[in-house]
């Protein structure tokens, strides 16, 4: 199957209608402009792997930014145009966005004063890319619709799980390549190839990766933590020699366990729905953090320039996890109200680091239950219903409605008879203290 000459079939099978019809409409505009377009990279790879693939990067023999305006009207979609490379983005308005890029014709004078020769700019276009697998282009035009191109032996090497570099100094070019390919590696379960491998080896021991600004690192860092099983690529960043460099201070040995274990976890996390904004990456990132003292954390956080919101949300998730853990690990002692008053100010991202820390069902069904009243449980009643009792309204409010909230989470406080009842004790109360004072 990885030796297709042409991918017409293998697409209509594969990729949601709309997203065919896009490639459709793309090949009817190039025919218009006269102009050659291919799709390329992520998208080829993955129809060849029969894995789902939503990005879309095309290539234009010709002019990328008028191809990309001409698709931008047909589905009036916004076109953001990039004047300096030649390139657009078309962003549709169900939020799917296409990448248009321009390959220029170059024009290389030979030295022994032959004429120019014109090398074909979709073959350039591919040449600069990472790994074989990802330099393979499927042309849109009407009268060869799914050809691949294939200059480099990438359907090959999908074959054989091999990810390979395109020339021996990739990765002296461009470092970040060195985690691009162990994702790759661990995603798609292949091998770097071992000439690769060798290369990779080199580039570390020539430390290549530290003449790349820490922002280009963080953004492949970050693409490994995001993927399903990020433990397998960090595990891989260590044997190479790059654990030292990417986290200085963390102990990869404290924390390999705890890298595995977390999948599971957030995929528990994920069946409760209770955690819908929860960022993977940094439930990763604490995970790796966990054994760390706040300063090692810190330092990571600046390397990587986290900011100050993420930084702030590490230092609380690490500060206060263990705790936590603790106190759902000896659920009987403990109130729910009490328990939610720990995690409230923590990020949720912490959640998937706490669950692996629980051994038994009670445990681990408590922090369902305190999540869920996190997010749901609120008092029916509000400050108008306590302004509706006679009391004047006043930061006391806000207590009196924790105050519910806490009894109704301690099961105190059933019904929204109960809860105005339970309010209006609690300001009476309070007036009477502020009265006595
Ligand atoms: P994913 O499924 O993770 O999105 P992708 O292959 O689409 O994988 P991107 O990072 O979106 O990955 O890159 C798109 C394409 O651009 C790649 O397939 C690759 O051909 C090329 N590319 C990206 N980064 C580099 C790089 N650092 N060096 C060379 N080529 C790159």
Redesign the pocket.
């Known amino acids: 199957k990885y030796h297709y000459k042409n991918i017409r079939e293998l697409i209509y099978r594969s990729l949601p209608e709309a997203y065919i019809t896009i490639l459709e409409q793309v090949g009817t505009i190039a025919n218009e402009l006269g102009c050659r377009v291919f799709a390329?990279?992520?998208i080829v790879?993955?129809l060849l792997l029969g894995v789902e693939?939503l990005?879309l990067?095309l290539v234009v023999e010709g002019d990328g930014v008028e191809m990309a305006r001409a698709l931008g009207r047909r589905y009036d979609a916004r076109v953001r145009v990039h004047p300096k490379f030649r390139t657009a983005t078309v962003l549709f308005p169900d939020g799917r966005q296409v990448d248009v890029a321009t390959a220029r014709v170059e024009f290389y004078q030979h030295p022994a004063a032959m004429p120019q020769i014109e090398t074909s700019s979709l073959h350039q276009d591919l040449y600069?890319?990472?790994f074989t697998i990802?330099?393979m282009a499927v042309s849109l035009n009407q009268n060869d619709f799914g050809d691949i191109i294939d200059y480099f032996g990438g359907r090959e090497d999908l074959e054989r799980g091999l990810v390979r570099v395109l020339h021996n100094l990739s990765f002296v070019e461009?470092p970040?390549?060195l985690l691009?390919g162990v994702r790759f590696e661990k995603r798609y379960a292949m091998n770097l190839e071992p000439q690769t491998f060798a290369l990779a080896k080199e580039a570390v021991r020539s430390k290549m990766l530290e003449r790349v600004a820490m922002e280009r690192v963080w953004e492949e860092l970050k693409?490994i933590l995001s993927e399903p099983r990020p433990g397998l690529a960090l595990y891989r960043l260590q044997e190479i020699g790059l654990w030292d460099y990417l986290f200085p201070g963390v102990d990869y040995k404290q924390v390999r366990q705890v890298l595995d274990e977390l999948p599971r976890s957030l995929r528990v996390i994920h069946t409760w729905d209770l955690a819908e904004q929860l960022e993977p990456w940094l439930a990763y990132l604490l995970a790796l953090l966990s054994r760390s003292d706040a300063d090692t954390a810190g330092a990571i956080c600046r390397r990587y320039h986290l900011g100050q919101r993420w930084t702030d949300r590490v230092h609380a998730g690490l500060s206060g996890w263990q705790d936590v853990a603790d106190s759902l690990q000896r659920a009987q002692q403990i109130q729910m109200s009490d328990l939610a008053r720990r995690l409230m100010p923590l990020p949720e991202e912490v959640c998937p680091l706490i669950l692996t820390r629980l051994t038994g069902n009670a445990a681990r069904a408590q922090l369902r239950q305190v999540l869920s009243a996190i997010n749901y449980d609120q008092p029916s009643i509000t400050g108008k219903d306590l302004s509706g009792m006679g009391f004047t309204p006043g930061p006391a409010f806000k207590l009196a409605l924790d105050a519910v909230w806490q009894a109704r989470l301690d099961g105190l406080v059933r019904t929204r008879q109960e809860e105005l009842s339970y309010a209006r004790e609690y300001l009476a109360a309070y007036e009477g203290v502020i009265n006595s004072v």
């Open positions: 390329a990279g992520g790879r993955d693939s990005d990067d600069r890319r990472d990802n330099a461009d970040t390549r691009r693409h």
